[in-house]
Every structure is written in structure tokens, then in C-alpha cells.
């Protein structure tokens, strides 16, 4: 096929990923949960504020790991 057939042929869906994709999607979303709880309670120990920091890292870990998933979901759509 020429590059110019491929330029005229109407784009399909792209292929859906393997498993190692999925697993990478698991992995970093668990390590941003993870990063984010250990920062929370090194900062509460760190300024006896528990379970503030906790929370908050958490939640911005928690955020971090959904943004991350979009990102590499959207690279299929």
C-alpha cells in the first residue's frame, strides 16, 4: 500500500492494547496512590498534623492516577 492510499483510507478504531498495556495502566496508577500516601504521612509526621496530609495525598493521588489512566486510554480511541 503507498503512502498515499493510506492518507485516502478512512480511519478505522485503532487496535485494543495487550495485556502489558493494562498492566502498566495498573501499575502507575498504584504507584501514584502509593507516592502520594507515603508523602501524606511523611508530612504528618514530619508536622504532627495526622491525618491531614494523609487525606490530602490520598485524594491528590488518587487524582493523579485517573489523569494518568485517560492519558493512556486515550491513546486507543
Same mark, same amino acid.
Given at each position: ?7 485516502? %483510507?478512512?480511519?478505522?478504531?485503532? *487496535? /485494543? ?9 495498573? !501499575?502507575? +496508577? =498504584? ?13 504528618? %509526621?514530619?508536622?504532627?498534623?495526622? *491525618? /491531614? ?9 488518587? !487524582?493523579? +492516577? =485517573? ?11
Amino acid at each position: 500500500m503507498s503512502p498515499e492510499d493510506e492518507a485516502q %483510507s478512512p480511519k478505522g478504531p485503532k *487496535p /485494543l492494547p495487550g495485556g502489558f498495556a493494562f498492566l502498566n495502566m495498573g !501499575f502507575s +496508577a =498504584a504507584v501514584m496512590v502509593a507516592l502520594g500516601v507515603l508523602l501524606g504521612l511523611w508530612l504528618d %509526621s514530619k508536622f504532627h498534623t495526622s *491525618p /491531614l496530609f494523609l487525606l490530602i495525598g490520598l485524594a491528590l493521588g488518587l !487524582f493523579m +492516577a =485517573a489523569m494518568s489512566v485517560i492519558k493512556q486510554i486515550r491513546t486507543y480511541l
